[in-house]
T-cell receptor, first 117, second 110 residues
Framework: GAVVSQHPSRVICKSGTSVKIECRSLDFQATTMFWYRQFPKKSLMLMATSNEGSKATYEQGVEKDKFLINHASLTLSTLTVTSAHPEDSSFYIC?????????????FGPGTRLTVT | GQNIDQPTEMTATEGAIVQINCTYQTSGFNGLFWYQQHAGEAPTFLSYNVLDGLEEKGRFSSFLSRSKGYSYLLLKELQMKDSASYLCAVATDSWGKLQFGAGTQVVVTP
């Protein structure tokens, strides 16, 4: 099946700093990628839809100036958590939509665990 | 608003069958997904239903009734490795945006 990677897998940063998380589709082109966050023992919460070449669409309650999303190419989307605070500590997961010849499926990356101290 | 409800936890013994129900009320519907998620890992795709009826895939089957806003995931011949959280997700638009339920933690006992 298709593979989506995320980098880094774990990151620890200090309050006030910014952290960039990369999401790559490795063997298909993804015009649409999604960013989720997940708190312990909770479900995934959609943060934003990332479309290649255009601005991301954020879900209600998600600060677009805090969570910067850039989908610069058909295989890469980045999420930058700016001026991070401890409450931003979470598991961040991306997914990429594959609308190739085989059908229409969504594949998840392995996730990035962010800890803000 | 969006509501996707599923039980919090279910316990079953190895070799048994477990059925996880999911009811949904969403502003749009473009299909229903089931994912499996082990602790600390990303979700993995199990099944997709967009038309009413049963989809069978090995030990896993998924059913959808759009008129009732209802789906279930059936896990047969349970194995210890099936202990995980099972997430029901509805695609609410044509872009593929997914809204997730809270997940059902399945515990398989020997």
């Amino acid at each position: 099946g298709a593979v989506v990677s995320q980098h880094p897998s774990r990151v620890i940063c200090k309050s006030g700093t910014s952290v960039k998380i990369e999401c790559r589709s490795l063997d298909f082109q993804a015009t649409t990628m999604f960013w989720y966050r997940q708190f312990p023992k909770k479900s995934l919460m959609l943060m934003a839809t990332s479309n290649e070449g255009s601005k991301a669409t954020y879900e209600q309650g998600v600060e677009k100036d805090k969570f910067l999303i850039n989908h610069a190419s058909l295989t890469l989307s980045t999420l930058t958590v700016t001026s991070a605070h401890p409450e931003d500590s979470s598991f961040y997961i991306c997914s990429a939509r594959d609308q190739g010849i085989g059908g229409d499926e969504q594949y998840f990356g392995p996730g990035t665990r962010l800890t803000v101290t | 608003g969006q509501n996707i409800d599923q039980p919090t936890e279910m316990t079953a013994t190895e070799g048994a069958i477990v059925q996880i129900n999911c009811t949904y009320q969403t502003s749009g519907f473009n299909g229903l997904f089931w994912y499996q998620q082990h602790a600390g890992e990303a979700p993995t795709f199990l099944s997709y239903n967009v038309l009413d009826g049963l989809e069978e895939k090995g030990r896993f089957s998924s059913f959808l009734s759009r008129s009732k806003g209802y789906s279930y995931l059936l896990l047969k011949e349970l194995q210890m490795k099936d202990s995980a959280s099972y997430l029901c997700a509805v695609a609410t638009d044509s872009w593929g945006k997914l809204q997730f339920g809270a997940g059902t933690q399945v515990v398989v006992t020997p």
